[in-house]
């Protein structure tokens, strides 16, 4: 019953906001269906605002988009995962991120059926501690490369832990100054490669991590990555796209005392004007939601009450009397200095905008295409 209008334009408009703030290559990461907007059309779209190259999560996200775009630079930012994959890479022309030995072995291996090298990206772990090669694998790592004849070194990566945070800019200055050294001992080796290191917030706030490559996601769907620090200003101008709106199917008094939802864990303190919306956690809008979220109706915020079901959420409908069965109401977005956005679903939910993005995206989507 949830629907979720993308607009495109605002987009377009998020990727040349972002293309003013830097002399870097941008790589548009449009992994997980594009934080759940779509990832044919997100990606048609900033290829139409002049996007030359794109950052995937898996192989099989590189291969519907090469479907879709033939001449567009891609990136899988996860690298080879199943045997397939290999074969895709080659094939339609994926730069795989990769960060074990197992994975580098393997591409080897497959390289060498090969009448051309298979450009890389190489993944180096500076403090983010998840996936990459560390520092003490250098050595051993430099001494392979030599023989994997077949592989073309084309770009170092990292990914920054802390950049939202002004507090913590001394830990991003530590990644980016490990990172450096890294890139030195393979510059040291003759060889030449791009270096990337910046999400959304380094894009916005830490011009001296952009060097050839800044790789934004969540700023591209409009959410303002600096949006909790003293740096917020720096973000305005992000328009968020993903509009999710829901129908309200009942609208009843609920006289004082009396409860609602499961639990009866809201009672009203006095007489009240309900409104049951076609909504919960069945469309991925989270239980989490219960007694905490809001949603907007003709510029105001009502309030959840009691427990979000699997299909049906409560709202206070008090203050908007004329609201009725068959009209609709915004789960996320809308006009206005009231609207929803994602950073609010996501500080009532517990959670963060790319989670509200990709589950509520899930819903059926139409776009929205201006000029």
Not at 163 to 170: A, G, N
């Amino acid at each position: 019953m949830l629907k979720a209008a993308v607009d495109l334009n605002s987009i377009r408009d998020n990727f040349l906001f972002l293309r003013k703030k830097t002399q870097s290559r941008i790589m548009a990461v449009v992994k997980a269906d594009a934080y759940g907007h779509g990832l044919k059309e997100v990606s048609i779209s900033l290829a139409s605002a002049g996007a030359e190259t794109f950052g995937v999560g898996t192989v099989r996200e590189g291969l519907l988009l090469r479907n879709c775009l033939d001449r567009v630079h891609i990136y899988s930012l996860l690298g080879p995962m199943e045997e397939e994959d290999y074969q895709i890479i080659r094939s339609r022309r994926i730069i795989p991120f990769i960060h074990s030995w197992e994975q580098l072995k393997a591409l080897s291996e497959f390289s060498r059926t090969c009448t051309e090298k298979i450009p890389v990206a190489l993944k180096l772990e500076t403090g983010m501690n998840r996936l990459g090669f560390r520092g003490s694998d250098l050595e051993m790592l430099l001494e392979l490369w030599n023989n994997c004849q077949g592989l073309e070194l084309d770009m170092l990566a990292s990914h920054l832990a802390l950049t939202d945070d002004p507090m913590k800019q001394d830990k991003v200055k530590k990644q980016l100054e490990i990172f450096m050294k890294y890139c030195r001992a393979f510059a040291n080796k003759g060889l030449e490669f791009k270096k990337s290191i910046a999400n959304s917030a380094a894009l916005i706030d830490c011009p001296e991590t952009h060097l050839d490559m800044v790789r934004p996601g969540i700023a591209l769907y409009g959410d303002n990555p600096v949006r909790s620090s003293s740096l917020r200003s720096k973000g305005q101008g992000l328009v968020q796209a993903m509009h999710i709106t829901a129908p309200v199917l009942a609208v009843h008094e609920l006289k004082a005392g009396e409860g609602v939802s499961y639990g009866l864990c809201f009672t009203a303190p006095k007489d009240m004007r309900i409104a049951v919306i076609g909504c919960g956690y069945a469309h991925n809008y989270s239980r989490m939601l219960s007694n905490r979220g809001w949603m907007f109706y003709q510029g105001e915020r009502l309030p959840v009450l009691g427990r979000v079901c699997m299909q049906l959420t409560v709202l206070d409908a008090t203050c908007v009397p004329g609201i009725s069965a068959g009209e609709k109401v915004h789960v996320l977005g809308g006009s206005g200095e009231n609207s929803i956005s994602a950073g609010d679903t996501a500080r009532w939910w517990g959670t963060v905008a790319y989670e509200v993005f990709c589950l509520l995206g899930r819903n059926p989507r139409e776009y929205i295409r201006r000029g």
